[in-house]
């Protein structure tokens, strides 16, 4: 801590010295696209701090510039990139102009998270798919989970049937093996994990980078099914919006979200504020008429900004805040206090995160600092339980003590990143970064009417080398190691990785290897209660758990065939995940209160392959498809039993073998648009714990291993805007249908003695809706 301190007075002292050293070397000039100048444009010279954005008629200005030679950047979304080569001279000013041309579909994006750098996509070893907030709005995505859906290899999962936590599965891993990064930073700790994929608004994202496999190691080794980095609005230019949606919910429950965002920038173009809003309210919905719901009631606040300050040349300052409020609640009686209820679980977070980056770039701009805070505080309390029949010896103590709980997490991470180039490295470039972070992360999770309590502190510093070197204009090879020291793992543990890409005319190959592991902790799923059978089900980890080690291969081929009128490309990936050691959840008694116990034990190894193949196509900036499949295998070497009273399987549960998504948009005019999408659900093995007696209700007796039906949601959205331009102001008016065919479960069970976790398929049933939005124009 006295280092990164004692840096950043250096920093401060650095920034006065520049701050004296004028240039007087400036540039200025206009932005055009189709004879009209454009406004807000990013104009900034490359690989450096100095940037500004276009006025409101489409000019620049550039002030004290380094002096040499440099590419200035012009860019702006929906336009491709316009790099030129100038020299800047000290006491010369100079006029630049550009042209830009509409870009119809993002297959070239600057992303960071593949190699924590600033690369194009085509130039990035690891495959890293995009995706950008305005496609979340198009394709009606209110939460980070909805839209996730919505990008190959990925599928989102609703896993209780009473309280309805989802989890992603990456390559046809569990949730657990996912790194979710906010801003690239890990804050989302394995609690968060259990909720805040539905906690998180869409209207606070800028863009979601993915990266499928374990191909982004350096954000932590237990990033084997892949990496999602959420990155939130920063400011381009001045501006607000809000909007409002009203659903309806297969005819019988509401649910009413209002989103409110504004951003703010500085005259100079140095500092600005983006600030988000949302509001949720939705009622609980019962689709089989049991009383019980299948989707909770919600209410949702949240709040937060994301900021940036540029101090001095070639510094820059971030910092970013939200606050998540929700409560849920699932079951029955909601006029009732949740322990009078016959069945019900009932959860309220209030979850704050946040994070502060400070860097510079230095050495004539061949190197870069990067000091890193962050962290997120969870407070919970919760309430899981059955009440008892009023004859039976226990309804009594349930009234005296039901089975309330709270529960504290804390998480926090500290770093520094050193970037540096060398521009001529055997004859190619290698930009090499090495870093060091720490994180801790506790919680306390407690229900003292079931004796039951979760005090787990996880401590890891992981160190970090890579080197990303460009061997010919043709050839990548992207190397890279972490070593980390886990306090749940005895030994020093090194995760290297390996990357190669070969790029020609629109094509690129790849391939990659990378090792990781997962400490022998509690998990986002095995913090979760579960009813079955008339009593509680929980997650145990066995006294000798060991951890998890991962080896994955992956190589694809990228074709993108770009002309006047259309583009079109497609993605092909093969990947190959070996566990060692895996972990495997196997029934294993119960506990002195009655309550059943599934034990997190090591069970061999298993492995996960497939192919995911991606197809995206733009016809004359009129129709846009872009398209996902997944054809996979996840089996263990050894059967594993998951209930004690019928035959284990070697397959993975909750694992379709067949998935992908597609979403078509149609923008005729300005202001029109419609987008159809799709969601596709494979077949697959899910658990259905009995009840062990005839209840009248038609649940199951005995255990059972069931095969579920396969799923084809269908969605559709209509919008039309209104261009008050004079004023200003635009206004869009849309409405659609989600899950338009009504594809949804049709055989939960029924009763308070139901088996919460036998739900699969669509998240929601048939749900139309209509909403109006007012933005800045």
């Known amino acids: 801590m006295k280092y990164i301190v004692s840096l950043i007075i250096l920093t401060l002292l650095t920034n006065l010295t520049l701050q004296a050293q004028k240039t007087d070397a400036n540039i200025f000039g206009d932005v055009r696209a189709d004879n009209e100048h454009l406004p807000f444009v990013s104009v900034y010279l490359k690989d450096t701090q100095h940037g500004t954005m276009t006025d409101l008629s489409g000019h620049y200005l550039l002030t004290n510039l380094p002096e040499g030679q440099h590419t200035l950047v012009a860019s702006l979304m929906g336009y491709k990139p316009v790099e030129k080569t100038v020299t800047i001279v000290a006491g010369q000013s100079q006029e630049i102009n550009f042209v830009l041309k509409e870009q119809v579909m993002s297959l070239d994006d600057i992303v960071i998270t593949g190699t924590k750098t600033f690369k194009r996509k085509t130039e990035s070893a690891v495959v890293v798919n995009v995706l950008e907030g305005q496609k979340l709005e198009q394709l009606q995505a209110g939460t980070l989970s909805e839209g996730l859906a919505f990008q190959p290899g990925l599928r989102m999962e609703t896993d209780c049937q009473t309280c ?45 980078e993915i990266v499928r496999g374990g191909g982004s190691a350096l954000y932590g080794a237990g990033a084997v099914g892949g990496t999602v980095n959420v990155i939130t609005k920063v400011p381009e230019s001045s501006s607000f919006s809000a909007s409002t949606t009203q659903s309806l919910i297969n005819g019988d429950a509401n649910d009413s979200q209002v989103f409110a965002n504004a951003g703010i920038l500085s005259d100079r173009k140095n500092a600005g504020l983006t600030l988000f809003a949302t509001n949720r309210t939705r009622e609980s919905y019962d689709h089989n008429g049991d009383g019980f719901s299948e989707l909770p009631k919600l209410k949702n606040n949240s709040f937060g900004f994301t900021s940036f300050l540029l101090p001095a040349p070639n510094h820059k300052l971030e910092a970013s805040f939200s606050s998540l409020y929700e409560y849920r609640r699932g079951g029955d009686r909601e006029d009732l206090p949740a322990y009078l209820a016959e069945q019900t679980e009932e959860r309220t977070h209030n979850v704050l995160m946040g994070g502060l980056d400070y860097s510079f770039s230095f050495n004539d701009n061949l190197s870069s600092l990067d000091v890193y805070v962050a962290g997120q505080k969870t407070d919970r309390d919760h309430y899981t339980g059955i009440k008892p029949e009023t004859d039976d010896p226990g309804y009594q103590q349930h009234l005296e003590n039901p089975p309330y709980g709270l529960t504290e997490n804390e998480t926090y991470m500290g770093g520094v990143q050193l970037n540096h180039l060398l521009s001529n490295f055997f004859g190619g470039k290698n930009n090499l970064t090495f870093g060091s972070e720490y994180n801790y992360d506790m919680v306390v999770d407690e229900i003292k009417a079931y004796d039951y309590l979760l005090d787990q502190t996880t401590r890891n510093f992981g160190a970090y080398f890579q080197s990303d070197w460009e061997l010919a204009q043709k050839w990548n090879l992207l190397t890279g190691v972490r070593a980390d020291k886990h306090n749940m793992v005895d030994r020093l543990i090194m995760s290297p990785r390996v990357s190669l890409l070969y790029k020609q005319n629109g094509m690129q190959l790849r391939g990659s290897w990378s090792t990781g ?131 284990g399987t070697k397959d993975y549960l909750r694992t379709p073998e067949q998935y992908g998504y597609y979403t078509l948009t149609y923008n005729p005019v300005w202001g029109i648009k419609a987008a159809l999408s799709g969601i596709y659900t494979g077949t697959m093995l899910i658990p259905h714990f009995g009840t062990g007696e005839n209840d009248g209700t038609g649940n199951p007796v005995n255990d059972e291993l069931m095969r579920s039906d396969a799923f084809m949601e269908t969605n559709i959205k209509l919008s039309y805007a209104l261009d008050w331009r004079y004023v200003g102001v635009g206004v869009e008016l849309f409405g659609g249908v989600q899950n338009l065919f009504n594809a949804y479960q049709d055989d939960f069970d029924k009763g308070k003695n139901r088996d919460s976790n036998y739900v699969y398929g669509p998240s929601r049933p048939r749900t139309i809706y209509f909403g109006l939005k007012l933005m800045s124009l």
């Open 164 to 208: 309805n936590y989802t989890q992603l599965r990456m390559n046809g891993l569990g949730g657990a093996y996912s790194q979710i990064l906010i801003n690239s930073r890990p804050v989302f700790s394995p609690l968060t994990g259990l909720y805040g994929l539905e906690q998180i608004p869409t209207n606070m994202i800028e863009r979601i």
């Open 517 to 647: 592991f997962r400490a022998p902790q509690a998990f986002d799923s095995d913090m979760h209660i579960a009813f079955a059978g008339g009593g509680i089900q929980r997650i145990r980890l066995a006294d000798d758990l060991e951890e998890e080690r991962s080896q994955s291969w992956s190589a694809s081929i990228n074709y993108d065939k770009p002309t006047e009128r259309y583009i079109w490309g497609l993605t092909l990936e093969g990947f190959h995940t070996t566990l060692f050691d895996a972990f495997i959840l196997e029934e294993n008694g119960t506990d002195g209160q009655g309550n059943a116990i599934l034990e997190k034990r090591n069970g061999g190894n298993s492995t996960v392959k497939g192919i995911t193949l991606e197809a995206r196509a733009n016809y004359n900036k009129l129709w846009q498809l872009e398209a996902g499949y997944t054809l996979q295998s996840s089996q263990y070497d050894n059967a594993v039993q998951w209930s004690e009273r019928i035959e």
